[in-house]
């Protein structure tokens, strides 16, 4: 945390794009990084700033996450500045989302393995679901739409995982759920209840997370056929849904269009400013960014154009550099106990190798993570997890890992077994006729 007690040229005077150039040479724009500028009350600047939180374009590109006022005295900042430093850093809840599936399930709320879990990558796929080819003609320009809205969010977030971007159409694709007829709406209702019904069919009929290797990200717009339209989506209450749409956490997110006109053939012109903001919100979902709650007097960056502030993109580092460092911990346990059950068995030099590499990233993500470098602590976590896994998956240890010992008996005694009863008995009986041979006096002519 930097502290801009010293200023070169005094503020006095300067509008606020000349204040906020003498203040940057001040600031640590790494990430993880929070530096603290303090304002007196009566400073010119402070209304300009002030009235809205971060409005002005030149302190956009800077790292000044937030603002607030303390009041009177150095004390009451203090005290201001630490509340100011939890809702930014990583809370306990964040910290309970990333280690979410390496604790018992009593001790979570209900919403703690709602994240995606950290991955080297993932793939997002658009889907656009026509149920009903003949009575709709869609268009939606899914490439613009990823390149204005989707794109610099994926540019923001690339320090945290590589994304891949693809779309696709699926003709006589349906929901799989009935929708329910409401007489008073004349409109077709989707209860929450019935929610969970519509992945499975749709996911069958999608096909991308058979050949991925990374965790795959399914936005899917439908457009109901003209027998169920329109159609409408209801919350728990039953109250209809604003965006008339909902996530599945850990997988995607799926909206339904509104209500389609009664002329045939309807040529659907999809808004994809209104779907991209859906679709963003629940990306942000999905990866655990929310907004939390703030007092009235917090100022905090708003996400603008990139979807995502500085602030959040840091916790974001926090939280997936705090799971990478359990994974390895946890893989590494695991091949210790696979090695002990296994006595007579050779490690490779290059298993060795990497299982010592994933322990020195660990500690140098652990390292760098105290003193608060949060993307050098990030990449040596996500070193650790590649070695730890190379290690654990080697091809070297499958065959033990998959068919250890007690599996090999378990499967060649049902085998030789019934091969073995009649060759042992017939050496039993060879050798009770030897011995009675040798019992038998010689007889001499």
């Known amino acids: 945390m930097g502290n801009g007690a010293k200023l070169p040229v005094p503020l006095t005077g300067l509008s606020s794009s000349e204040a906020d150039a003498a203040l940057h040479a001040l600031q640590d724009a790494s990430p993880g990084s929070l530096t603290v500028y303090v304002v007196p009350e009566s400073s010119p600047l402070l209304p300009q700033v002030g009235s809205s939180a971060l409005r002005c374009p030149s302190l956009r590109s800077h790292r000044p996450p937030g603002m607030l006022r303390a009041g009177q005295g150095l004390a009451a900042l203090r005290a201001r500045l630490q509340q100011l430093i939890r809702v930014m850093s ?35 796929t658009f889907s656009l679901l026509n149920p009903d080819p003949k009575s709709h003609d869609v268009d939606w320009d899914i490439e613009g739409a990823v390149g204005r809205y989707v794109q610099p969010v994926l540019d923001k977030l690339s320090v ?29 209702l989707l209860s929450a209840h019935s929610l969970p019904h519509v992945i499975n069919p749709v996911e069958a009929r999608l096909g991308s997370s058979a050949a991925s290797l990374y965790p795959v990200l399914n936005f899917l717009l439908y457009v109901p056929e003209r027998s169920h339209s329109p159609l409408y989506i209801q919350d728990k209450d039953g109250a209809p849904v604003p965006t008339n749409a909902f996530h599945s956490p850990r997988w995607g997110g799926i909206m ?18 209104r779907v991209m903001e859906v679709f963003l919100a629940q990306l942000r979902l999905l990866f655990g960014i929310s907004r939390e709650e703030l007092p009235p007097e917090f100022q905090v960056e708003s996400p603008g154009n990139e979807g995502l502030a500085d602030w959040e993109l840091d916790r974001l580092l926090w939280a997936h550099t705090v799971e990478n460092i359990a994974t390895v911990a946890t893989t590494l346990t695991s091949l210790a106990q696979l090695l002990d059950q296994i006595s007579n068995i050779v490690i490779k030099d290059d298993v060795a190798s990497e299982v010592y590499r994933a322990v020195a990233s660990v500690q140098d993500a652990m390292a760098e993570l105290a003193e608060g470098r949060l993307r050098s602590a990030f990449q040596a976590s996500k070193e650790a997890v590649t070695s730890s896994e190379r290690a654990f998956f080697d091809p070297s240890l499958l065959h033990l890992l998959y068919f250890p010992d007690d599996q090999k008996f378990a499967i060649y005694i049902p085998l030789f077994l019934p091969m073995a009863v009649p060759i042992l008995l017939s050496l039993a009986k060879i050798l009770r006729e030897a011995r009675q041979r040798k019992k038998e006096p010689s007889k001499i002519d």
Request: proline letters at 7%; zero cysteines.
């Open 90 to 124: 990583l809370p306990a809840t964040s910290i309970a989302a990333a280690l979410a599936d390496r604790v018992p399930d009593g001790q979570l709320g209900p919403d703690a393995r709602r994240h995606l879990k950290s991955s080297l990558g993932y793939e997002i």
């Open 160 to 188: 945290v995982a590589n994304f891949s971007v693809d779309s696709q159409i699926l003709y006589y694709a349906v929901l799989g759920v009935t929708p329910r007829f409401d007489k008073e709406s004349s409109s077709f």
């Open 256 to 273: 339904v269009r509104g209500p389609a006109s009664a002329s045939l053939p309807l040529h659907v012109d999809v808004d994809m400013v």
